[in-house]
């Protein structure tokens, strides 16, 4: 408890006392003093090299790019931040015709397992795509990009493995390499006041 008096009117010096009181202290200390925090690092973080076939990406590849396990059971309300990183990396050509088409479309999700449940609580869409109509030769695009997501999640109080996939939507133009490489999954934990 402080008290200030008021310097400012010399009259009421003596009479006049301000009270201070912070009613959120005791909490903020009690809750800072119990919170764990849990650090989690991806078990076997895996590249993803799409197959291709006569210059075509096959369609309905999927590939996991990182894992891992987290366990949140000594946690009451836990909740759950997860960053993803990776470089997506192609080559790709279109040389036929007056318009000129390029694109790359994956979807990137993020699944979490409890108990044998698998469920995808986030997903993301990568779509780079040109459209040229101007009478060029060809097009040529060599494309290395970071692509990076965070998520908070609030499960359950138990052990949890996320898995980060991509999959192979569409793609237009004829590619010498399309991958995802450097993938990087991390998460941390911590009970919610």
Known sequence: MNHVRDMHYPEFKDNIEVE?????????????????????????????????EDNKVLRGQEFVLDRLRIDVSCLKKPVVKLE????????VEDDRGAE??????????????????????????????????????????????????????????DVHEYIMKVEGRDFEGKFDTMRVVKPDLSAIAQDQC
């Open 20 to 52: 201070f009181k912070d009613k959120g202290s005791k909490h903020k200390d009690k809750c800072h003093k119990h919170r764990e925090v849990i650090l989690e690092c991806g078990l076997r973080p895996s590249d993803a090299f799409f197959e291709i």
């Open 84 to 91: 993803f990183s990776s470089i997506i990396n192609f080559e």
């Open 100 to 157: 000129h088409e390029v694109e790359v479309d994956l979807l990137f999700k993020l699944i979490r397992v409890t108990n044998g449940e698998k469920e995808i609580v986030q997903s993301w869409r990568y779509l780079y795509e040109i459209d040229v109509e101007n009478r060029i030769d060809e097009l040529e695009v060599e494309m290395s990009q970071p692509f990076t997501v965070t998520f908070c999640d609030k499960p359950t109080s």
